[in-house]
């Protein structure tokens, strides 16, 4: 493991994301202050102007156009693999607005070899602290999640996968996976645990990146001092992305765990989703017919 090297690639993935990308460009020089850095887009086939736009307003940036809309897991991988890594690749969003000096924040913390993976701290738009912080999934979680609520759960280390202690974000630490709208990946991590998995589509890959990165030996660290803003949360108001959303938990602890324990993950994880669903809320319905019905996972192998 060793010290960063060599420019920053930021690497922004799109997809009918010209609306935000003003915001992004207009913070992100503030954001870097100085460092260092290499832009790259990745446009997945978006039906708007997004490569375009951010040809305009990111000019030394380098575009890629996939030409599908291969998911977020794709998206990293065509950035990352545009020409060799350098430096450190910060993975974004384009609904981030990064905080001045961001950056160079993240980056001290890789001055600790042992730290692969640094996530900042996220508001949303009105300033209110996100949840970006997880716990690996287990079997007591989803079922902690299923009984209590996903925010009551997630205060307690034993029954929630979600972090929702506000204590635990005032201060650096070490988590097991993070939000993937930002992450500053290094590089040699990124070489050693390898290409994100593409297979998620969208969800749960970040999960599956930073947990292998675990099971290399490589700490994820959260770094409060290095912010943004995340506006975030179509997972929560559309259908068909949480029910993808959902099904990928599955799948990504199924990559882990045997047969048994997985049936135990979907068991109180279908528990959840139904108690939820039952009182009226739609994406919620989705997910629980595609838990429970092949034939509707089948449909979430391409992206709306």
Known sequence: MSTPAGPVRVLLVLHDSAPLLPAFAEHLPAALAGVDHEIVVVDSASSDDSAEAAARLLPSATVVELGCNAGYAAGVNAGAGVRPLRGPLLICNPDL????????????????????????RLVDAAGR???????????????????????RAGRHPRWGEMITDPDVYRRPVDVDWASGACLLVRHTCLEQVGPWDERYLLYSEETDFCLRARELGWRIRYEPRAGAVHLGGDAHRSPHLHALLTVNRVRCYRRRHGRIATAAFWSALTLGTAARAAVGRRPARAALGALVRPSLRRGLRSLP
């Open 97 to 120: 607005r990064l905080h001045t000096a961001a950056v160079p924040t993240m980056l001290r913390v890789l001055d600790d070899p042992r730290v692969g993976i640094v996530a900042p």
């Open 129 to 151: 602290l996100e949840w970006s912080l997880r716990r690996a999934p287990s079997v007591t979680r989803v079922l902690g999640e299923a009984l209590l609520g996903g925010e």
